[in-house]
């Protein structure tokens, strides 16, 4: 193809063989595919990695990212820029890449020198605001984008407001196989004289095979000689998780329908040749998934392409693939539907010859070397508006143009300051101090950072990530006296409690933790327990008298909203909270001193973070008003001549007739202020924002007072204070658990996209 020597060398991004999914599959064929068609082209892949071992790859893939490593991505854009590709295809689902919604695939579009095609494999109906957010960014940053269905085209229109003329619809493609009679390959398979039905794909509950199995009774009874073959392995992640209890739960079900001699489990994931055998020995093929936001089935494309019939729910690929009789659509999870359509099909000899007829003639457009001449066409597109040249990518390697470099993830601190029991509170330098025990504040940030940390993907291995959460949740668990509704929060090293109940303060940070698993959790089990407490711990709150426990809680509750977001009984108690802020206010604030209280004490910001917050979820501006009117004033009274954060002492707080105190410098204050303002920037999108947080957070690498670090690079651990003269040289778990709170919420905003070049 003349037209394909604009290309000399074409990348794509993507998984990729031998990771098991379809998407690494789909980019090695549409990869190799490209090749045949344009082989003077140079194409190579930059492969994503689930694994810190990788994988064993061909010759193909050059390059290799970390899908949970942010730098990763910014490395792979250095790459690509390096190697002068002249083309990034990139494949896009939601769950390949790291970050908040897939959100680290930014990284790289951000910085690369090419033209961008994308084609999206998901295209959500009723995204998440994350989920739109990404999307829209990605539509922005590609210069064009493919989906594989009409249906797709239309959302990203209606939903995404994507200009209709910067989408190509370019079916999936397909292996060229013949038009033949199922016998022809049954009997390799022991299946000579029976009817197949098939299902194929990574197993998981969302195929909805169970649907199938239960139609299997009926279809059996007119057509004794069938059998339902079910082929693939289940889908790795699932299997980490939850082992084979999918798999196992569909043959028991068989089993207890009478139909374990008419169903096969095939549990491997298989070679293309050895697919297109077993398609060939299929007569029926079955898609029941359960979920009608579907856009693209590979499997589907697969099969109807080699001319079978199919019996498939109404998920949005099918309808598009089957309309006009071209197959047959059945509703979700109606097994007796599920029968009544193969039963038809298996009735009516000549309908089905002309169903498979049909789709084998479409199915020509959907062969690899046809779908390879469409992407090239759209590669040709995608490049017209392109007048940035790969060989210019030192010009935005400025400071100003670069993203915040963040110091790497290091845990190993937190890691020695845990047991099998919680986080030891403090520490005799770098060694955990056993002799003061532990206490539920922090137990709950830890809680907390192990929650952000899987929410964003984090470094700990999984085995490690699940022992230090539950331990955490166990903790808080534990701590909680079901007798009077209140969390203790001192036990010695021997695992004896030191009170009934703990101040108000620690009370409320417990509800703010375990309000963050209710509402971040991916372990159903740890959600629900969190959950549990937080509905247990929450009603004596509105008795406390403290602002910062009305803001902990505050803060709890939104993260429990996520959970349950129509709680009327949470909402009320959100409102109670509120209006006692907001008469501290009334009372105690003026012009000259626009704060809650005549002193300024310890983890102010949270108010400020706790008014802003509910402000905009209660739709009350007045609200919203005062949080960032208090944030401002605390961001002038925190700040040096110099220009770097100081925050309140704890040697004297700040009494408004009185001197503040400037030392002794706490780490939470400073994570508050990060806290506090992320928030005010997510809502406002306004730069003075994120910029001051930015100077809260650099107050531990060195921009404060002295001048001096006080996060250890080596052990991962954070100083307990900034005193006068000196540091302290303690690194006890609150100081560590704030300085990495605040590194997991400065990697978020980093993620986090606007709708920005």
């Known amino acids: 193809m003349s037209k394909a020597l604009r290309f000399q060398r074409i990348a794509f991004l993507g998984n990729y063989p031998p990771r098991l999914c379809g998407i690494a599959t789909f980019t090695q064929d549409l990869c190799e595919a490209i090749a045949r068609e344009a082989p003077e082209a140079d194409c190579f892949v930059s492969s994503v990695n689930d694994r810190a071992e990788g994988y064993v790859y061909s010759p193909r893939v050059r390059y290799e990212l970390a899908e949970k490593d942010l730098d990763s991505y910014r490395r792979a854009a250095d790459y690509l820029n390096f190697h002068r590709a002249d083309m990034l295809c990139v494949q896009h689902e939601y769950g390949i890449y790291g970050g908040i919604s897939g959100s680290h695939l930014m990284a790289l579009l951000k910085e690369i020198r090419m033209p961008v095609v994308t084609t999206l494999h998901t295209v959500l109906v009723d995204p998440s605001g994350m989920q739109k957010q990404v999307l829209q960014e990605l539509a ?191 509703g979700f999870r109606d097994a007796q539907a599920i029968a009544d359509g193969v039963l038809h099909l298996l009735e009516e000899k000549e309908r089905m010859e002309k169903i498979r007829s049909d789709a084998y003639q479409i199915g020509q457009e959907m062969r690899w070397p046809a779908v390879a001449r469409r992407y090239l066409e759209t590669f040709e597109r995608a490049s017209v508006d392109r007048s940035a040249s790969p060989h210019q990518a030192f010009s935005q390697w400025a400071l100003g143009s670069r993203p915040y470099t963040l110091p790497p993830l290091q845990l190993k601190h937190i890691r020695h300051m845990s047991d ?220 040096t001549q110099s220009g770097c954060f100081r925050p309140i002492g704890n040697n004297g707080f700040y009494h408004s007739e009185g001197a503040r105190a400037d030392f002794d410098q706490q780490p939470v204050e400073a994570q508050a202020m990060v806290s506090a303002c992320l928030e005010a920037y997510y809502i406002t999108h306004d730069s003075l924002w994120k910029n001051e947080a930015k100077r809260a957070f650099e107050w531990f690498l060195g921009r404060n007072d002295l001048g001096v670090t006080l996060y250890d690079f080596t052990s991962g651990g954070c100083s307990d204070g900034l005193h006068e003269t000196h540091v302290s040289e303690n690194q006890g778990a609150e100081s560590t658990l704030a300085f990495h709170l605040s590194l997991a919420e400065m990697t978020q905003a980093e993620n986090i996209i606007y709708h920005t070049p």
């Open 420 to 639: 099998g029991t919680g986080i030891f509170q403090h520490a005799i330098f770098t060694v955990p101090n056993f002799h003061e025990g532990y206490c539920v504040d922090d137990n709950a940030r830890a809680f907390i950072l192990c929650n952000l940390l899987d929410e964003l993907g984090g470094q700990m291995t999984a085995e490690s990530y699940d022992v230090l959460t539950t331990t955490y949740l166990a903790f808080l668990a534990a701590s909680l006296n079901y007798q009077i509704g209140r969390f203790r929060n001192f036990m010695n090293f021997s695992r004896e409690w030191l009170e009934d109940s703990g101040s108000e303060d620690s009370h409320a940070r417990a509800l703010w933790a375990v309000g963050t698993g209710a509402g971040r959790s991916r372990n159903e089990g740890r959600k629900r327990l969190a959950a549990q407490l937080f509905e247990r711990g929450l009603p004596v709150v509105e008795s406390f008298t403290s602002p910062r426990s009305w803001s902990f809680a505050l803060l709890g509750i939104h993260e429990y909203l996520r959970y349950q977001p129509g709680d009327v009984g949470v909402m009320r108690m959100r409102e109670v909270l509120v209006d006692k802020l907001l008469h501290l206010w009334q009372v105690c604030s003026s012009e000259n001193w626009p704060w809650f209280e005549p002193i300024v004490t310890y983890d102010n910001a949270r108010i400020s973070q706790a008014l802003i917050l509910s402000g905009t979820w209660m739709s009350r501006p007045d609200v919203c008003e005062i949080g960032f009117a208090s944030l401002r004033w605390l961001t002038s009274i925190q700040k």
């Open 140 to 330: 922005m940053r590609s210069d064009r984008l493919v989906v594989m269905a009409q249906k797709g085209a239309s959302i990203l229109q209606e939903v995404y407001q994507v200009a209709a003329n910067k989408i190509d619809v370019i079916p999936h493609g397909i292996p060229n196989l013949p038009f033949c009679d199922s016998s022809v390959f049954k009997e390799q398979f022991g299946v000579a004289e029976r009817t197949v039905l098939l299902t194929f794909g990574l197993l998981g509950p969302g195929k909805g095979i169970e649907y199938a199995i239960q139609a299997l009774p009926e279809i059996v009874k007119h057509h004794p000689n069938v059998v339902y073959l079910v082929l693939g392995a289940t889908h790795p992640h699932l299997l980490a998780r939850e082992g084979e209890r999918y798999r196992l739960s569909l043959e028991r079900l068989a089993e207890e329908l009478g139909m374990k001699d008419h169903v096969i489990f095939y549990n491997r994931f298989v070679a293309q040749a050895d697919l297109n055998e077993f398609i060939g020995a299929t007569d029926v093929y079955l898609t029941p998934y359960l979920h009608e936001a579907q856009i693209t089935s590979g499997t589907l494309a697969y099969v109807f392409g080699a001319g079978k019939a199919v019996v498939s729910t109404r998920y949005w690929h099918a309808q598009e693939l089957l309309a006009e009789g071209r197959g047959v659509l059945v």
